[in-house]
Protein backbone atom coordinates (compact mmCIF):
# COMPACT_ATOMS: atom_id res chain seq x y z
CA UNK A 1 0.00 0.00 0.00
CA UNK A 2 1.18 3.47 -0.86
CA UNK A 3 0.46 6.55 0.46
CA UNK A 4 1.69 9.85 -1.40
CA UNK A 5 1.13 13.36 0.00
CA UNK A 6 2.24 16.64 -0.32
CA UNK A 7 4.15 18.35 3.01
CA UNK A 8 2.16 21.57 3.09
CA UNK A 9 1.61 23.57 7.10
CA UNK A 10 -2.25 22.92 6.32
CA UNK A 11 -1.90 19.15 5.50
CA UNK A 12 -4.26 16.59 7.85
CA UNK A 13 -1.86 13.78 7.33
CA UNK A 14 -4.89 11.42 9.44
CA UNK A 15 -8.04 12.37 7.49
CA UNK A 16 -6.30 11.68 3.95
CA UNK A 17 -5.11 8.37 5.11
CA UNK A 18 -8.78 7.48 6.53
CA UNK A 19 -9.72 8.28 2.82
CA UNK A 20 -7.03 5.86 1.06
CA UNK A 21 -8.07 3.50 3.45
CA UNK A 22 -11.91 3.50 3.69
CA UNK A 23 -12.12 4.33 7.09
CA UNK A 24 -13.99 7.26 9.04
CA UNK A 25 -12.26 9.66 11.70
CA UNK A 26 -14.07 10.20 15.02
CA UNK A 27 -12.97 12.21 17.63
CA UNK A 28 -9.39 12.58 16.33
CA UNK A 29 -9.32 9.05 16.24
CA UNK A 30 -8.80 6.64 13.19
CA UNK A 31 -9.51 3.23 13.66
CA UNK A 32 -8.00 0.96 11.44
CA UNK A 33 -10.46 -1.48 9.50
CA UNK A 34 -10.20 -5.26 9.51
CA UNK A 35 -9.26 -5.13 5.81
CA UNK A 36 -6.57 -3.14 6.05
CA UNK A 37 -4.95 -4.73 9.77
CA UNK A 38 -5.67 -3.52 13.17
CA UNK A 39 -4.97 -0.69 15.48
CA UNK A 40 -5.06 2.95 15.52
CA UNK A 41 -4.00 6.67 14.47
CA UNK A 42 -4.44 9.71 17.03
CA UNK A 43 -4.06 13.05 16.74
CA UNK A 44 -4.19 15.43 19.54
CA UNK A 45 -3.93 19.10 18.38
CA UNK A 46 -2.65 21.58 20.93
CA UNK A 47 -3.32 24.47 18.98
CA UNK A 48 -2.90 25.32 14.88
CA UNK A 49 0.78 25.93 15.09
CA UNK A 50 1.78 22.59 17.88
CA UNK A 51 0.15 18.51 17.52
CA UNK A 52 1.30 15.19 17.40
CA UNK A 53 -0.21 12.41 15.49
CA UNK A 54 0.72 8.92 17.57
CA UNK A 55 0.52 5.62 14.97
CA UNK A 56 0.05 2.44 16.31
CA UNK A 57 -1.14 -0.66 14.37
CA UNK A 58 -0.29 -4.01 12.05
CA UNK A 59 -1.02 -3.81 8.71
CA UNK A 60 -1.83 -6.68 6.43
CA UNK A 61 0.60 -5.43 3.59
CA UNK A 62 3.51 -3.51 3.69
CA UNK A 63 2.81 0.27 4.56
CA UNK A 64 4.89 3.00 2.06
CA UNK A 65 4.37 6.90 2.84
CA UNK A 66 5.82 8.76 0.28
CA UNK A 67 6.16 12.81 1.46
CA UNK A 68 6.91 15.50 -1.09
CA UNK A 69 8.08 19.03 -0.98
CA UNK A 70 5.77 21.62 -0.48
CA UNK A 71 8.01 23.91 -2.58
CA UNK A 72 6.88 26.25 0.18
CA UNK A 73 10.66 26.30 1.91
CA UNK A 74 10.28 25.38 6.08
CA UNK A 75 7.63 26.81 7.36
CA UNK A 76 6.52 23.66 9.76
CA UNK A 77 8.93 21.42 11.67
CA UNK A 78 8.36 17.79 11.60
CA UNK A 79 9.91 15.34 14.15
CA UNK A 80 9.71 11.42 13.62
CA UNK A 81 9.97 9.30 16.83
CA UNK A 82 10.83 5.94 15.70
CA UNK A 83 10.24 3.06 17.99
CA UNK A 84 12.65 1.20 16.19
CA UNK A 85 10.35 -2.34 17.64
CA UNK A 86 10.66 -3.61 13.49
CA UNK A 87 13.29 -2.94 10.74
CA UNK A 88 12.01 -0.22 8.73
CA UNK A 89 13.45 1.94 5.31
CA UNK A 90 13.83 5.46 5.16
CA UNK A 91 15.28 6.80 1.31
CA UNK A 92 15.19 10.21 -0.24
CA UNK A 93 15.43 11.67 -3.48
CA UNK A 94 13.52 8.38 -4.23
CA UNK A 95 17.21 6.41 -3.84
CA UNK A 96 16.46 2.83 -2.48
CA UNK A 97 15.71 2.12 1.24
CA UNK A 98 18.12 2.10 3.82
CA UNK A 99 17.15 -0.47 6.14
CA UNK A 100 17.65 0.87 9.71
CA UNK A 101 18.95 -1.98 12.31
CA UNK A 102 16.69 -2.58 14.92
CA UNK A 103 19.86 -2.18 17.22
CA UNK A 104 20.50 1.07 15.63
CA UNK A 105 19.35 4.18 18.14
CA UNK A 106 19.15 6.76 15.66
CA UNK A 107 15.54 6.68 15.60
CA UNK A 108 14.43 10.31 15.65
CA UNK A 109 14.60 12.79 12.35
CA UNK A 110 13.96 16.26 12.82
CA UNK A 111 13.48 18.01 9.47
CA UNK A 112 12.21 21.05 7.38
CA UNK A 113 9.08 20.15 5.32
CA UNK A 114 10.84 20.53 2.11
CA UNK A 115 12.87 17.35 2.05
CA UNK A 116 11.33 14.59 -0.33
CA UNK A 117 10.86 11.31 1.70
CA UNK A 118 9.68 7.54 1.90
CA UNK A 119 9.33 5.17 4.64
CA UNK A 120 8.60 1.64 5.00
CA UNK A 121 7.01 -0.40 7.14
CA UNK A 122 6.84 -3.85 7.18
CA UNK A 123 3.51 -5.91 6.88
CA UNK A 124 2.93 -8.41 9.97
CA UNK A 125 4.85 -6.23 12.18
CA UNK A 126 3.71 -3.93 15.14
CA UNK A 127 4.15 0.01 13.84
CA UNK A 128 4.35 2.14 16.75
CA UNK A 129 5.88 6.11 16.06
CA UNK A 130 4.73 9.53 16.59
CA UNK A 131 4.95 12.75 14.70
CA UNK A 132 5.27 15.88 15.92
CA UNK A 133 4.23 19.09 13.62
CA UNK A 134 5.40 22.28 14.49
CA UNK A 135 6.01 25.71 13.16
CA UNK A 136 9.36 27.41 13.86
CA UNK A 137 8.09 30.41 15.50
CA UNK A 138 6.18 28.97 18.00
CA UNK A 139 9.12 26.56 19.15
CA UNK A 140 11.55 29.02 19.68
CA UNK A 141 8.91 31.05 21.53
CA UNK A 142 8.27 27.33 23.41
CA UNK A 143 12.22 26.77 24.29
CA UNK A 144 12.38 30.70 25.84
CA UNK A 145 16.18 30.69 25.12
CA UNK A 146 18.09 33.72 25.04
CA UNK A 147 20.83 32.21 23.50
CA UNK A 148 20.77 29.42 20.93
CA UNK A 149 23.14 27.34 19.47
CA UNK A 150 23.30 26.68 15.86
CA UNK A 151 21.50 23.58 15.66
CA UNK A 152 18.53 24.90 17.48
CA UNK A 153 18.61 28.20 15.34
CA UNK A 154 18.64 26.83 12.39
CA UNK A 155 15.44 24.63 13.45
CA UNK A 156 13.50 27.66 14.52
CA UNK A 157 14.40 30.01 11.51
CA UNK A 158 12.20 29.62 8.72
CA UNK A 159 13.17 29.41 5.48
CA UNK A 160 15.97 26.83 6.87
CA UNK A 161 16.50 23.03 4.84
CA UNK A 162 17.75 20.75 7.72
CA UNK A 163 17.75 17.21 8.40
CA UNK A 164 18.99 15.83 12.03
CA UNK A 165 19.20 12.24 13.42
CA UNK A 166 19.41 11.64 16.94
CA UNK A 167 19.51 8.67 19.58
CA UNK A 168 16.22 7.33 20.91
CA UNK A 169 17.31 7.24 24.57
CA UNK A 170 15.40 4.84 27.60
CA UNK A 171 13.97 7.81 28.84
CA UNK A 172 12.31 9.21 25.14
CA UNK A 173 10.99 5.45 24.69
CA UNK A 174 8.97 5.02 28.05
CA UNK A 175 7.43 8.18 27.49
CA UNK A 176 6.27 7.72 24.27
CA UNK A 177 5.21 4.21 25.86
CA UNK A 178 3.67 6.10 28.28
CA UNK A 179 1.82 8.41 26.07
CA UNK A 180 0.09 6.05 23.81
CA UNK A 181 -1.63 4.50 27.33
CA UNK A 182 -3.13 7.45 27.97
CA UNK A 183 -6.77 7.48 28.81
CA UNK A 184 -8.11 9.68 26.55
CA UNK A 185 -11.69 9.51 27.92
CA UNK A 186 -10.44 11.38 31.36
CA UNK A 187 -11.16 15.32 31.35
CA UNK A 188 -7.53 16.40 31.67
CA UNK A 189 -6.24 14.13 29.19
CA UNK A 190 -5.73 16.72 26.54
CA UNK A 191 -3.97 18.64 29.22
CA UNK A 192 -1.29 16.05 30.41
CA UNK A 193 -1.18 14.81 26.78
CA UNK A 194 0.29 18.77 25.85
CA UNK A 195 2.83 18.86 29.42
CA UNK A 196 4.11 15.17 28.12
CA UNK A 197 4.71 16.09 24.72
CA UNK A 198 6.12 19.16 25.78
CA UNK A 199 8.27 17.30 27.67
CA UNK A 200 8.95 15.05 25.06
CA UNK A 201 10.10 18.14 23.10
CA UNK A 202 12.48 19.04 26.27
CA UNK A 203 14.52 15.97 26.11
CA UNK A 204 15.10 15.87 22.58
CA UNK A 205 16.29 19.43 22.20
CA UNK A 206 18.63 18.83 25.62
CA UNK A 207 20.42 16.47 23.31
CA UNK A 208 20.30 18.59 19.97
CA UNK A 209 21.80 21.74 22.66
CA UNK A 210 24.66 20.14 22.90
CA UNK A 211 25.90 19.71 19.95
CA UNK A 212 29.08 21.43 18.79
CA UNK A 213 28.08 24.97 16.89
CA UNK A 214 29.10 25.42 13.31
CA UNK A 215 27.87 26.61 10.63
CA UNK A 216 24.62 25.64 8.70
CA UNK A 217 24.83 24.30 5.19
CA UNK A 218 21.57 24.09 3.77
CA UNK A 219 20.66 20.39 2.44
CA UNK A 220 18.28 19.31 -0.08
CA UNK A 221 17.07 15.72 -0.64
CA UNK A 222 19.53 14.48 -3.07
CA UNK A 223 21.97 15.19 -0.15
CA UNK A 224 20.02 13.44 2.48
CA UNK A 225 20.02 10.39 0.51
CA UNK A 226 23.62 10.67 0.00
CA UNK A 227 24.02 11.01 3.81
CA UNK A 228 22.26 7.88 4.56
CA UNK A 229 23.83 5.79 1.58
CA UNK A 230 27.36 6.96 3.83
CA UNK A 231 25.77 5.88 7.13
CA UNK A 232 24.80 2.90 5.58
CA UNK A 233 28.46 2.54 3.91
CA UNK A 234 29.48 2.91 7.83
CA UNK A 235 28.32 0.38 9.58
CA UNK A 236 28.01 -2.42 7.07
CA UNK A 237 31.56 -3.86 7.96
CA UNK A 238 32.20 -2.61 11.58
CA UNK A 239 35.95 -4.42 11.32
CA UNK A 240 37.08 -1.70 9.08
CA UNK A 241 37.44 1.68 9.60
CA UNK A 242 35.35 4.20 7.19
CA UNK A 243 38.32 5.61 4.71
CA UNK A 244 36.69 9.14 3.74
CA UNK A 245 38.28 9.70 0.37
CA UNK A 246 36.29 6.31 -0.66
CA UNK A 247 33.45 7.69 0.98
CA UNK A 248 33.23 10.99 -0.48
CA UNK A 249 33.78 9.26 -3.94
CA UNK A 250 30.86 6.91 -3.11
CA UNK A 251 28.76 10.32 -1.98
CA UNK A 252 30.21 12.23 -5.35
CA UNK A 253 30.43 15.12 -2.75
CA UNK A 254 33.95 16.45 -1.87
CA UNK A 255 35.76 15.65 1.65
CA UNK A 256 35.27 19.06 3.02
CA UNK A 257 31.29 19.19 2.53
CA UNK A 258 30.91 15.33 3.39
CA UNK A 259 32.43 15.79 6.82
CA UNK A 260 30.30 19.22 7.30
CA UNK A 261 27.00 17.58 6.56
CA UNK A 262 27.63 13.85 8.12
CA UNK A 263 28.49 15.73 11.46
CA UNK A 264 25.35 18.71 11.04
CA UNK A 265 22.92 15.53 10.45
CA UNK A 266 24.30 12.79 12.64
CA UNK A 267 25.95 15.00 15.45
CA UNK A 268 29.36 13.41 15.26
CA UNK A 269 32.14 13.13 13.20
CA UNK A 270 32.30 9.93 10.83
CA UNK A 271 34.66 7.68 12.50
CA UNK A 272 33.36 9.10 15.93
CA UNK A 273 30.32 8.09 14.73
CA UNK A 274 31.78 4.42 13.37
CA UNK A 275 33.54 3.92 17.10
CA UNK A 276 30.26 4.11 18.57
CA UNK A 277 28.04 1.86 16.38
CA UNK A 278 30.88 -0.58 16.63
CA UNK A 279 31.29 -0.60 20.59
CA UNK A 280 27.12 -0.52 20.28
CA UNK A 281 27.28 -3.72 18.70
CA UNK A 282 29.87 -5.39 20.49
CA UNK A 283 27.49 -4.95 23.75
CA UNK A 284 24.78 -6.36 21.05
CA UNK A 285 26.75 -9.16 20.73
CA UNK A 286 27.99 -10.09 24.66
CA UNK A 287 24.64 -8.85 25.72
CA UNK A 288 22.80 -11.78 23.78
CA UNK A 289 25.69 -14.03 24.42
CA UNK A 290 26.86 -15.45 21.62
CA UNK A 291 30.30 -14.24 21.97
CA UNK A 292 33.11 -14.51 24.32
CA UNK A 293 34.82 -10.78 24.91
CA UNK A 294 37.70 -11.80 22.60
CA UNK A 295 34.96 -12.97 19.77
CA UNK A 296 33.49 -9.85 20.06
CA UNK A 297 36.71 -8.01 19.45
CA UNK A 298 38.14 -9.92 17.01
CA UNK A 299 34.75 -9.54 14.82
CA UNK A 300 35.62 -5.99 14.58
CA UNK A 301 38.39 -5.84 13.91
CA UNK A 302 40.27 -5.50 16.92
CA UNK A 303 43.46 -7.24 16.73
CA UNK A 304 44.17 -5.49 20.26
CA UNK A 305 41.74 -6.50 22.61
CA UNK A 306 43.27 -4.37 25.28
CA UNK A 307 42.84 -1.41 22.88
CA UNK A 308 38.89 -3.19 22.76
CA UNK A 309 38.41 -3.00 26.38
CA UNK A 310 40.04 0.37 26.85
CA UNK A 311 37.37 2.00 24.43
CA UNK A 312 34.18 -0.20 24.95
CA UNK A 313 34.67 0.93 29.33
CA UNK A 314 35.31 4.47 27.70
CA UNK A 315 31.94 3.95 26.26
CA UNK A 316 29.91 1.97 28.52
CA UNK A 317 31.63 2.80 31.57
CA UNK A 318 32.08 -1.16 32.01
CA UNK A 319 34.96 -3.37 30.39
CA UNK A 320 33.56 -6.09 28.11
CA UNK A 321 33.68 -8.68 30.75
CA UNK A 322 32.17 -7.21 33.06
CA UNK A 323 29.17 -6.17 30.90
CA UNK A 324 28.83 -9.34 29.68
CA UNK A 325 28.63 -10.86 33.04
CA UNK A 326 26.00 -8.42 33.95
CA UNK A 327 23.56 -9.14 30.83
Known sequence: ?????????????????????????????LV????????????????????????????????????????????????????????????????????????????????????????????GHTIRYAVIAIMPTYLKILLALNKLNS???????????????????????????????????????????????????????????????????NINSADAARLLHIRNEIISDLSAPPVLPELAQI???SETKLKQLFKQAFGDTIYNYFQRARMEEAAFLLKQGRRSVAEAGYELGFTNLSHFSRLFEKHYGFTPKRYSSQA
Open 1 to 29: MIFSFTATPEFDFMTYFARHIGAMVNNDL
Open 32 to 123: IPDHVGNGYIRKLSFGPEFKITMHHYILKEDLIIKRNTSGLGNELITIFFYSNEQTLGIAFDNNPNIQFSERDDSAIQVTSNDLNSTIRFPA
Open 251 to 253: AAM
Open 151 to 217: TLETITTPGNNFLYFENMTAEIKLLLKNLSAVDMSDGLSQFYMQIKVQELLYLLFQKLSKRESLPHQ
